[in-house]
């Protein structure tokens, strides 16, 4: 394996300390990707990439459509929203393994 996916950041966080214990390095060895951009991931050594969600959007669209709903209007089934990738210092490019 080459890199961690994680579902958020402070699950990435255990990731890393796990690695480290166990001898891996991050990035060298295996690189770590968290989830949702919390406020202090950029402060954690190595600093965190992860996924940030676009709050604000998806706050005002849950809004919307409970506001809809309550007025008796139909509401869109699915709300989709593109996060962004912000590349900070837990993720390389993959070493190349031999045998």
Avoid at 2 to 16: E, F, K, P, Q, V
Avoid at 36 to 60: C, G, W
């Amino acid at each position: 394996m080459t890199a961690i996916i994680c579902a958020s950041d402070l699950m990435a966080l255990g990731a890393i300390r796990s690695l480290g214990h166990a001898g891996y390095d991050v990035p060298g060895d295996v690189s770590v990707i968290g989830f949702d951009d919390s406020p202090t991931m950029s402060f954690v050594a190595p600093a965190l990439t992860t996924i940030r969600q676009p709050v604000a959007e998806i706050a005002q669209g849950a809004v919307t459509a409970l506001l809809a709903l309550a007025a008796g209007s139909p509401s869109a089934s699915e709300l989709r929203y593109e996060g962004e990738l912000v590349v900070r210092a837990s993720t390389a490019v993959a070493r190349v393994r031999e045998g």
